[in-house]
T-cell receptor, first 110, second 117 residues
Framework: EDKVVQSPLSLVVHEGDTVTLNCSYE??????LLWYKQEKKAPTFLFML????IEKKSGRLSSILDKKELFSILNITATQTGDSAVYLC??????????FGTGTRLKVLA | NAGVMQNPRHLVRRRGQEARLRCSPM?????VYWYRQLPEEGLKFMVY????????ESGMPKERFSAEFPKEGPSILRIQQVVRGDSAAYFC???????????????FGEGSWLTVV
């Protein structure tokens, strides 16, 4: 059965810290891996990764995919309170279905 | 350009009642997807619809749940005889026609939170 596992489940850090969120997957016919940020409303798209070893970067956020070891990481540097959210990882398997992990709940303290 | 619009945002139903959740896709989008998010869980695919067609409902419970996307008007997710376990956030997403389904072309609405008491 296809599955996506995220770790840690939750994380509390202080402003300025750097965090690394993990996402591992088992899926047939892998197509792409996506990261979303969810703040009690619509998940907002962060990154889509399809190739191994190519870092995607947006401001303080970056992500990379390892298709051999079947995982991805999302890094957030110099965290701010506005980064507090649930970060969702999802994998598509060549169809329109996204398989989501349960998310990592990040809380950044001032 | 308005995003994916869902209503109601919050809905409270007693056990045994019906819940109707509506979703208007983004302008120009003809593909609609419904996902359910149970408390402390990730989003789970329920159903994929195009105008007047259900393409894939493999993630939707066989009983009490139905979905439609008529030629005119919003997509509707209908839950009959609700039970406490139906309490969840129901997210609608849409994408434009003729494009591969990929992360940067699917847009989520803000969700409808159903509480069954």
């Amino acid at each position: 059965e296809d599955k996506v596992v995220q770790s840690p489940l939750s994380l509390v850090v202080h402003e300025g810290d750097t965090v690394t969120l993990n996402c591992s997957y088992e899926v047939t016919n892998f197509r792409s891996l996506l990261w979303y940020k969810q703040e009690k409303k619509a998940p907002t798209f962060l990154f889509m990764l399809t190739s191994s070893g190519i870092e995607k970067k947006s401001g303080r956020l970056s992500s990379i995919l390892d298709k051999k070891e079947l995982f991805s990481i999302l890094n957030i540097t110099a965290t701010q309170t506005g980064d507090s959210a649930v970060y969702l990882c999802a994998v598509t398997s060549g169809t329109y279905k996204y398989i989501f992990g349960t998310g990592t709940r990040l809380k950044v303290l001032a | 350009n308005a995003g994916v619009m869902q209503n109601p945002r919050h809905l409270v139903r007693r056990r045994g009642q019906e819940a109707r959740l509506r979703c208007s896709p983004m302008k120009g989008h003809s593909h609609v997807y419904w996902y359910r998010q149970l408390p402390e869980e990730g989003l789970k695919f329920m159903v994929y619809l195009q105008k007047e067609n259900i393409i894939d409902e493999s993630g939707m419970p066989k009983e009490r749940f139905s979905a439609e996307f008529p030629k005119e008007g919003p997509s509707i997710l209908r839950i009959q005889q609700v039970v406490r376990g139906d309490s969840a956030a129901y997210f609608c997403a849409s994408s434009p026609p003729g494009q591969k389904h990929s992360g940067n072309t699917i847009y989520f609405g803000e969700g409808s939170w159903l509480t069954v008491v």
